[in-house]
């Protein structure tokens, strides 16, 4: 079974994806990690995304989908993935349609304002990739590698809100693209709280 996650930047698609994984085995897929992997090993095309990524722009989709592809054929997507930050518009769903399904969507909904003061505080360890909030956590190194922690370019003001209106114009439209497989939910509270309603509706859905 495949599943994409649809929100706002910040509203908590990562954490929710390592719980879904956890517990149904469904393989997390987030198109901008794929990237920020290539562009760690200095790959071509991941400093060609880069160069959007760093201005909050969605990578062009031929970049996207030549990733997205070599991504799906490994084994261990056999029983099924999530999708996290693709596809982002219709274009990109009506894409997804050529080289894979879409069984459910779940949509978490997260007020702007929240989503932009979660993605201010966050941090990533530039050994591990580890994430930390400068609200739970004040030291600038890594708790598991020791490696120092930094804010991405895509995580600074101006950045957060061109990401957040290009949201808002191209993705949200994917709601009614997806109405028949829709499931809502909230991501205000703890992230478990969260997680509950979605882990109860997979569980009749992977039966």
Same mark, same amino acid.
């Given at each position: 079974m495949n599943i994409l996650l649809i929100g706002p930047q910040g /509203? &908590?698609? &990562?954490?929710l994806a390592k719980k879904i994984n956890r517990d149904f085995g =469904?393989?997390?897929? /987030?198109?901008? #990690?794929?990237?920020?992997?290539l562009i760690a090993k200095k790959e071509k095309l991941g400093l060609e995304a880069k160069e959007y990524m760093d %201005?909050?722009?969605?990578?062009? =989709?031929?970049?996207?989908l030549k990733i997205l592809k070599a991504r799906l054929s490994q084994p261990d997507c056999k029983r099924g993935v999530m999708f996290d930050g693709f596809p982002r518009s219709i274009e990109q769903a009506e894409a997804? %349609?050529?080289?894979?399904?879409?069984?459910w969507v779940i949509k978490i909904d997260l007020p702007y304002e929240e989503c932009i003061n979660r993605m201010l505080s966050r941090r990533v360890c530039k $050994? !591990? $990739?580890?994430?930390? /909030?400068?609200t739970t956590y004040s030291s600038d190194t890594c708790e598991k !590698? $020791? &490696? %120092?922690?930094?804010?991405?370019?895509d995580d600074k003001l101006d950045a957060i809100k061109t990401r957040l209106e290009v949201y808002d114009k191209q993705t949200t439209p994917l709601i009614d693209f997806y109405a028949d497989r829709l499931f809502v939910i909230s991501s205000q509270? #703890?992230?478990? #709280?969260?997680? %509950?309603p979605v882990k109860d509706f997979l569980k009749g859905k992977m039966k």
């Open positions: /509203s &908590g698609k &990562g954490t =469904l393989v997390p897929i /987030s198109t901008g #990690d794929l990237f920020r992997e %201005k909050g722009l969605l990578v062009p =989709l031929e970049l996207t997804l %349609k050529e080289i894979t399904n879409v069984d $050994g !591990c $990739g580890a994430i930390y /909030s400068t !590698c $020791g &490696g %120092k922690l930094v804010q991405r370019d509270d #703890d992230p478990e #709280d969260t997680y %509950k």
